[in-house]
């Protein structure tokens, strides 16, 4: 059985950092590229990171762009999340989800997906 469980999550201020987990199991782990998605309520999931297995590419969306890292340890069968400089707009629950492809791809073609971890930003 798949589980993904994401951890780190919190309430920060404006200006702070937050560093996100997500633990896999069940799962070939280094034959899966790894995202973070993120949904506010009200707004649509967004794609706020992801990489890929083979060549640990990683790509960011551009509202995280110089702010965010991903980062994976694929002997622990987890990727992370560093986010730094957060914003009030970064508020939202954040979500782990895993891919058997070697690409970033739509949130519509992920296999698996943790139940995500809440990160509110204040001012």
């Known amino acids: 059985q798949v589980q993904l469980v994401e951890s780190g999550g919190g309430l920060v201020q404006a200006g702070g950092s937050l560093r996100l987990s997500c633990k896999a199991s069940?799962?070939?782990?280094?034959?899966?590229?790894m995202a973070w998605f993120r949904q506010a309520p009200g707004e649509e999931r967004e794609g706020v990171s992801c990489i890929n297995y083979r060549y640990e590419t990683a790509y960011y969306g551009d509202s995280v762009k110089g702010r965010f890292t991903i980062a994976r340890d694929n002997a622990a069968n987890t990727v992370y999340l560093q986010m730094n400089s957060l914003k009030l707009e970064d508020t939202a629950t954040y979500y782990c989800?895993?891919?058997?492809?070697?690409?970033?791809?739509?949130?519509?073609?992920?296999?698996?997906w943790g139940p995500g971890t809440q990160v509110t930003v204040s001012s």
């Open positions: 069940g799962l070939n782990f280094e034959h899966y590229t």
């Open positions: 989800a895993a891919v058997v492809l070697n690409r970033c791809g739509g949130s519509d073609e992920y296999h698996y």
